[in-house]
């Protein structure tokens, strides 16, 4: 897994992650990533999934773990530009009904309120 962070208003990121996202090492930096995220009290995330070609099941549950930390903390997690694989991963284990999903980061964070 190949992942890049960037800041698109103050206090929400998009961490765009590319390649194959599989257990082990690529979770606990997801995890690392959001905690850090969490304490600097930038609690607005976007995953961009457009580059992933391989999700397995340990990221669906490092997903949804990290959904409910940021909302814990009065942010939220939003996906974005899933690639069709993970779209379908993400279809069949439901989790598209609890994490929304976008066209875009950009229009992902449409809506999210900019850190004070």
């Known amino acids: ?3 890049q962070k960037k800041q698109i208003k103050p206090g929400i990121w998009v ?3 590319s390649g194959r996202v ?3 090492p690529d979770c606990k930096r997801i995890d690392q990533e959001v905690e850090d995220h969490i304490k600097n009290q930038e609690n607005h995330i976007i995953l961009d999934m457009a580059a992933v070609d391989h999700i397995d099941s340990a990221v669906i ?3 949804v773990k990290s959904f409910s930390r940021l909302v814990k903390s009065g942010g939220t997690l939003r996906l974005a530009a899933c690639s069709p694989m993970v779209q379908g991963v993400l279809t069949m284990t439901q989790v598209h009904r609890v994490i929304s999903m976008y066209p875009t980061a950009l229009e992902a ?3 999210l309120p900019p850190a004070k």
Do not use: C, Y
Request: proline fraction near 0%.
């Open 15 to 17: 961490l765009e992650l």
């Open 1 to 3: 897994m190949f992942l």
């Open 61 to 63: 549950g490092q997903i």
């Open 22 to 24: 599989q257990m082990g």
């Open 109 to 111: 964070s449409e809506g």
